[in-house]
């Protein structure tokens, strides 16, 4: 087997800083590749800018062959030039980031060897033959050759590959834990994995694409956003083509390179230049939380979501539900309930089952041959689970509806003190099963749960960000109404089975409400599809993992809480951004205009607040200014504008004044203190 790779270095390397030299080295030759006018069009408003650049730059040599002045147009050509390089730039250094951790992640992907399992036993082939149905036998330090899912065996595995995180996990057949990963290591135990993808087609193969931008579709958003810039630029386009006729009539001349310069400080060229960037920076902070977004949308959707759909076990609770105490019925003893949870739970797989056989154990249980026994595995229908045994005996264990419903059914009564023990147990948001003897009640086994410690207050912060939290559970109405009330959540589902996630799901859509959800077995594959953000856990079924738009590779559930915080950074960030450029250009419309005309017209002299030198002086200032902001924002963009839960009306408040405001009052203090400059000079 090939050696491991330094997982955590490469990781490290995947994470560069925002400036590192080498990325700034590559941004820079890009900046100047992008200048082509394919990749031009791709950016309406940076496309105008790239036009006037050239209009400017013909200008300026004409006039130099014919001997006129020609320095002031080729001012205006250089810095226009500047302009549409440094939106390449935030473009290009956005993209650069993400080729430096797909080169990173590339070289973590090796061409590792494989024990294939055939009919005639065992061949080691290479990692790039092995083919979607493959069974591979993977054993204790070997490297996990392909993406699959457990089938036989149990193993801890060293998952630092993908997650970054140190702590080994537990994969295990027959689970919802079940999946694993290629170029992970099995440290303990042996597995027997089936493939479930091709080569070019792993996960990590995907992720790869995905950090590199070649998956990255513009979003919904980004799109209408585009398409207001672009009418916002057409518009400003009209006018600027009508000005020199206005102007003829009151005696002013207006030369086309400062028509050109006039267009391009009132159009929205600074978000236009950070747009693109904004879009990959999102995927980019998503990846940097261990989240692989499938596209660009899920993670602008997450930031717009109205319904977080939330498990109790794992993501509200700590999840790991432990038997505490048997209560029998009366005239059951003690010692017979702890025999019938025993011999229930000896095929049970979930630690929950596991716990049970400890506990029983524990306080004096008898031991079990399981020869001869046949075991009813659980099921999120039937939600039961037991064993027949040899003699004929049926022992069952499961939610006290389903338990009660099977006792009704075969005529047997209800013992009087059984309801009382469920409800006793529920009230202290422990679970309660009920156990059977050929569907005789026997008495109640109770699972204790903790809830997380700041789950609370994390549903706070999405209550204050306009969420509603509805927290789903297979458990009783009592016990879910105890964790939900601990937890703070603000409604819940009870005795919950698949269909009824996905029953909810479109119930919420057709409010008109964006639905979010995670999940990571097979039976939540249906509603992760249907959500409109779907967050699988990476240890999950491969089912679940093709159905969401987001896998989590740290498997864990509350990370559904941090995808939407990083949804609403994005959009904050891009409306922070597109409200600032927008006073920009209200700003400087203030610096231009009246510079042109209050020399013929003295009424606009009022206008003139900045009292720039010159009209001359005034348009370079302006286009001076309007070619620096974009650098100066650039790392604004890429880190995103800090996210505050609060209301919509606050978060509105706060972009008004701080970018709004910002953006009026920055270009009068930059302008003027450029136009000091320049009229040195002019």
Known sequence: MNPSPDFKTLRRQARKATFDRSLINQALKQSFLYLAPRRQLRNPVMFVVWVGTAVTFYIALADAFSAKPFGYELAIAILLLLTVLFANFAEALAEARGRAQAASLRSARADLKALRITEGGLEEVSSTQLRKGDLVRVTQGSLIPA????????????????TGESAPVVREAGTDHAGVTAGTRVLTGEIIVEVTSNPGDSFLDRMIALVEGASRQKTPNEIALSVLLSVLTLIFLLVVVTLPYIASFVGVTLPIPTLVALLVCLIPTTIGGLLPAIGIAGMDRALKANVV???????????????????????TTLGDRQATEFRPVMGVSPERLRWAALAASLGDVTPEGKSIVKLARE???????????????????????????PD????????????????????????????????????????????????????????????????????????????????????????????????????FI???????????????????????????GTNDAPALAQADVGLAMNSGTQAAKEAANMIDLDSDPTKLLEVVEIGKQLLITRGALTTFSIANDVAKYFAIIPALFAGTIPALGALNVMRLESPTSAVLSAVIFNAMVIPLLIPLALRGVRYRPGSADSLLLRNLLIYGLGGLILPFVGIKAIDLLVGLFV
């Open 363 to 389: 306080q004096g249980a008898p031991v079990i041959e399981d020869k001869g026994v046949r075991f009813i595995e659980f099921t999120a229908q039937t939600r039961m689970s037991g064993a027949d045994l």
């Open 293 to 315: 977004a499938k596209s660009g949308r899920a993670v602008e959707v997450a930031g717009d979501v109205d319904t977080l759909l939330l498990d109790k076990t794992g993501t």
């Open 494 to 520: 009870a005795e919950a089975k698949p269909e009824d996630k996905l029953r909810l799901i479109r119930e919420e859509q057709a409010k008109g409400r964006l639905v979010a959800m995670m999940g990571d």
């Open 392 to 491: 004929g005996t049926r022992v069952r264990k499961g939610a006290p509806d389903r338990l009660t419903q099977l006792i009704k059914e075969a005529g047997h009564p209800i013992p009087a003190d059984l309801p009382l023990l469920v409800e006793e147990i529920a009230r202290k948001g422990a679970t309660p099963l009920v156990v059977t003897e050929n569907e005789r009640a026997l008495g109640v086994v109770a699972l204790s749960d903790i809830v997380k410690i700041g789950i609370r207050e994390r549903f706070a912060e999405l209550r204050r960000m306009g969420l509603r939290t509805v927290m789903i559970t297979g458990d009783n109405p009592l016990t879910a109404q105890a964790i939900a009330k601990e937890a703070g959540v603000d409604d």
């Open 147 to 162: 993406d699959g899912e457990v089938r036989e065996g149990l193993a801890v595995v060293d998952e630092s590959a993908i």
